[in-house]
């Protein structure tokens, strides 16, 4: 029970942060840092090997037009650093991975999606491709393409990338052959104007996904017909009333599919959604403070008992119970944390 109940924090080193911390959550919800892991730059975000022995943070850096991606074996300790290598774009924000250790970054600046993949060691080799994004939407951070995350598709050969700057999701196959991305026949759906899609989760059916869009603070449901993606219904991540700024951020879904959060920056706040098992539409069930500032991203515990946010500007991560009958969400405890952005169990 204990080893899955350690999670490992990612930050942005502007401040006062050096790189990836450990932390142990309790199971009444309390929260404990272990100390810094790895001192790395700016790992905004953290991806674990299915085995978990491996995990995988990117730098969010801009050098020569590129940031980096580096490897470390989770050791009880520590996490002992494997390797490292550009991911051929500049400010990589997201990573994910298979079951055959091929791995993604969604390369914001770049407005593009390496490809690389590691051995089962967790040794990195170069990066295999670049698929570049071209377009640009209405709002000022829509100028330029801007990659934010990219997804595997968990029951088909099939990968998602979610770009907030083209306003679109982009659809390829993965070539393991010559190990490339290969846009698929139908290549994009376009999301609603000045929507910024960000990221998405899929449910558990895995029939269909939600889609977060930051800009406009929408979810959006994305189903298939005759093998083309459309969207079906949104529905608005803060309450009709609210009238400052707020920009959506993190999006995760409970695994028996009956709940959804999203969190919000500048509302400050985790919205809560019930799914009808249906139709996968949403119902808004509330909002729950974060007690912090800039919810950039929040994480289910292994049992889904506890939800916890990292709120980057406020340097806290907050555990709160969560009510599998209801979804709602009550604060059980807080610990400082340096700039945190990703959290991974």
Not at 6 to 24: A, P, Q
Not at 171 to 189: A, G, I, N, P
């Amino acid at each position: 029970m204990e080893k899955e109940n350690i999670f490992y924090v990612g930050t942005y080193t502007k401040k006062d942060s050096k790189g990836i911390y450990k932390f142990r959550l309790s199971k009444e919800g309390k929260l404990q840092n272990l100390g810094l892991a790895a001192a790395i730059t700016n790992p905004s975000f953290l991806a674990k090997s299915k085995d978990g022995k491996t995990l995988f943070a990117v730098e969010e850096t801009n050098e020569n037009n590129t940031g980096f991606i580096s490897s470390y074996e989770v050791r009880k300790d520590t996490l002992k650093f494997l390797s490292k290598q550009e991911t051929g774009g500049a400010h990589p924000c997201f990573v994910a991975v298979n079951k055959d250790n091929y791995l993604l970054t969604a390369n914001y600046t770049g407005g593009n999606i390496g490809l690389l993949k590691a051995d089962k060691k967790g040794n990195i080799a170069p990066l295999s491709f670049v698929q570049q994004h071209i377009g640009k939407g209405i709002t000022d951070r829509q100028k330029t393409p801007h990659a934010h995350s990219a997804w595997f598709h968990p029951t088909k050969d099939e990968v998602i990338s979610v770009d907030l700057g083209t306003n679109e999701l982009w659809f390829s196959t993965l070539d393991t052959t010559k190990k490339e991305l290969v846009f698929t026949d139908q290549k994009k759906l376009k999301m609603a104007e000045g929507a910024g899609p960000r990221h998405l989760t899929f449910h558990p059916n895995n029939k269909w996904f939600y889609v977060l869009n930051e800009l406009n603070n929408t979810v959006s449901l994305v189903k298939e017909k005759n093998d083309t993606y459309f969207v079906e219904t949104s529905i608005a991540t803060v309450p009709e009333n609210f009238t400052g700024i707020s920009s959506a951020a993190d999006i995760h879904i409970s695994k028996d599919g009956k709940f959804l959060y999203t969190s919000n920056r500048g509302h400050d706040t985790i919205a809560i959604f019930k799914l009808n098992s249906e139709n996968g539409t949403l119902t808004t069930v509330g909002y729950q403070s974060v007690l912090g500032k800039n919810p950039r991203n929040f994480s289910l515990s292994p049992d889904e008992a506890f939800l916890l946010v990292a709120n980057q500007d406020t340097d806290n991560i907050i555990s709160f119970k969560r009510d599998a009958t209801t979804g709602k969400l009550t604060f059980v405890a807080e610990v400082a944390a340096p700039m945190p952005v990703c959290i991974l169990f």
